[in-house]
């Protein structure tokens, strides 16, 4: 089957930093663009971090620019998003998505062919 699974969610203080996993099954990876998105309560669904297939190419969006790192190791077939310095608005499902193109990071949801199940960060005192 294919699929992609996050996992690295979990309850951080302010400041803090976690690290989320993007995995490929079924499928390789590398053929892939793949951008995080994000979702808090009572907000819709927005972009966050993108990468392009080779990894040469990569955008924050400005909110998390300075603070989060996109990065993947095709052989592993993941993608990771390193989060510094976390702060209560960054509190949301974090969902993984991936699309067979070379460089994609269009913020429409329908253009990507898998999506994970998200993983929950919440950045609280």
């Known amino acids: 089957q294919l699929q992609v699974v996050e996992s690295g969610g979990g309850l951080v203080q302010p400041g803090g930093s976690l690290t989320l996993s993007c995995v490929a099954s079924g499928f390789s990876l590398d053929e892939y663009s793949v951008k995080w998105f994000r979702q808090a309560p009572g907000k819709e669904r927005e972009g966050v971090s993108c990468i392009s297939r080779s990894g040469a190419f990569v955008k924050h969006e400005d909110s998390v620019k300075g603070r989060f790192t996109i990065s993947r190791d095709n052989a592993k077939k993941t993608v990771s998003l390193q989060m510094n310095n976390l702060k209560p608005e960054d509190t949301a499902v974090y969902f993984c998505?991936?699309?067979?193109?070379?460089?994609?990071?269009?913020?429409?949801?329908?253009?990507?062919?898998?999506w994970g199940q998200g993983t929950q960060v919440t950045v609280s005192s």
């Open positions: 998505a991936a699309v067979d193109l070379n460089y994609y990071c269009s913020d429409n949801q329908r253009g990507y062919k898998y």
